[in-house]
Nanobody, 131 residues
Framework: VQLQASGGGLVQAGGSLRLSCAASGFSLDRYVIGWFRQAPGKEREGVSCISSSGGSTYYGGFVKGRFTISRDNAKNTVYLQMNNLKPEDTAVYYC?????????????????????????WGQGTQVTVSS
């Protein structure tokens, strides 16, 4: 049972990356998936989360319309499309899965906190945005 985060890299400010979170050993379709990030010296924070059906999402305030989370349960994968990246987006990005109750149609902040996701965590992928 594991999650594999991929798609990170080095990009210039204003560029784009698409992160993928692929599950193996279990089916994602009953799980809420969250993307989290941790920059050096900072606490891990919620970037975006999506309900098991995909019908409810949450975005951190700093996203401001730049990121889009989506999921393809048939491919057992969740994506995070990141556009207009900024140097302050530089961090290690993690995905995590848990079977928590979510609010419809918009998830609440407390449903996208790292502490709420306890079942499965991926290993992280580095995103570096140069100015």
């Amino acid at each position: 049972v594991q999650l594999q985060a991929s798609g990170g890299g080095l990009v210039q400010a204003g560029g784009s990356l698409r992160l993928s979170c692929a599950a193996s050993g279990f089916s994602l379709d009953r799980y809420v998936i969250g993307w989290f990030r941790q920059a050096p010296g900072k606490e891990r924070e919620g970037v975006s989360c999506i309900s098991s059906s995909g019908g409810s999402t949450y975005y951190g305030g700093f996203v401001k319309g730049r990121f889009t989370i989506s999921r393809d349960n048939a491919k057992n994968t969740v994506y995070l499309q990141m556009n207009n990246l900024k140097p302050e987006d530089t961090a290690v990005y993690y995905c995590a899965a848990d079977r928590i109750v979510t609010t419809i149609p918009t998830m609440r902040n407390r449903e996208c906190l790292p502490s709420r996701y306890r079942e499965v965590w991926g290993q992280g992928t580095q995103v570096t945005v140069s100015s």
